[in-house]
């Protein structure tokens, strides 16, 4: 360590991805196959998110998984019947996309056992993240790779301490959905200060139209407050609560800070959106894309 530097002001390099959740919205596909498996075009949800955490610089990567989710650990391995069949017909380009995933970062894994909610997931990374801030990303979120949201975060906590969170505005009926932030400007346009946050408000008690988008970068000391949080909103202990009282008390872990994010970000987890994930990036593919929106054009003019 650099004399001088503290424990919070090292590089951050750990990403903890939870996964453990049913997807129960999007059976029958999920009755066998665990959610973040589900293609889009033609890569697995999943895998987008972990290539945004490789590309924003966190090489580490801790999946906090559950029963089911095997598939998950088997995608960021090898697979060397599938390769070696592959190199015998000398199909390069399919060995490398199968090759891709397992090459991408180092991948670890632990279990949630009792779904207890999303603050409950991040406290499984504890014993694996140690002393360091690090970075959460919400599989069901995925952000355009186009837009990058979570290097601009780690910039923030880089220099503003604490734990920085991803909004963005949503219109009221929506908040619903969402962690909602109280928030003051600060001198950076795309920075807030989080004074207060309340998860999923009904639209009437809601402090703002700022949604919780799934990124986190976290002060260590949130583990502390996570294991003494109480189970909130739908019964589950909930990682905006324990946010909530970092953002009320700085001594407790430092200032809580946020990002507002104005790119493309999808729902995978909501069939709707998920459906509009593909069409926008199978249109914006080189390779599927020209005829692709060929037929989308005459498609949606004599269709519909
Ligand atoms: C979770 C968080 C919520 C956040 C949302 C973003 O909720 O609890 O604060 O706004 O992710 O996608 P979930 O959608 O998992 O119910």
Known sequence: MVAGMTQSHLRISKAVIPAAGLGTRFLPATKATPKEMLPVVDKPAIQYVVEEAVSAGLDDVLMITGR??????????????????????????RLAKVQESSD????????????????????CAAPHVGNEPFAVLLGDDLIDPRDPLL?????????????????MEVAPEQIHLYGCAAVETTEDSDVVKIGDLVEKPDPA?????????????????????????????????????ALQLLAQDEKVGGPVHGVVFKGRRYDTGDRGDYLRAIVRLACEREDLGPDFRTWLRSYVTEEM
């Open 68 to 93: 089911n989710k095997r598939p998950l650990e088997d995608h960021f391995d090898r697979n060397y019947e599938l390769e070696s069949a592959l190199q015998k017909k000398g199909d390069a380009g």
């Open 205 to 241: 008690d809601a402090p703002s139209n700022y949604a919780i988008i799934g990124r986190y970068v976290l002060d260590p000391r949130i583990f502390d407050v996570l294991r003494k949080t109480e189970p909130g909103r739908g019964g589950e202990i909930q990682i905006t609560d």
């Open 151 to 167: 290097k601009r975060m780690i910039e923030v906590q880089e220099q503003r301490g604490g734990s920085v969170i991803a909004l």
């Open 104 to 123: 991408l970062a180092t991948m670890h894994y632990v279990r949630q056992g009792d779904p207890k909610g999303l603050g409950h997931a991040v406290l």
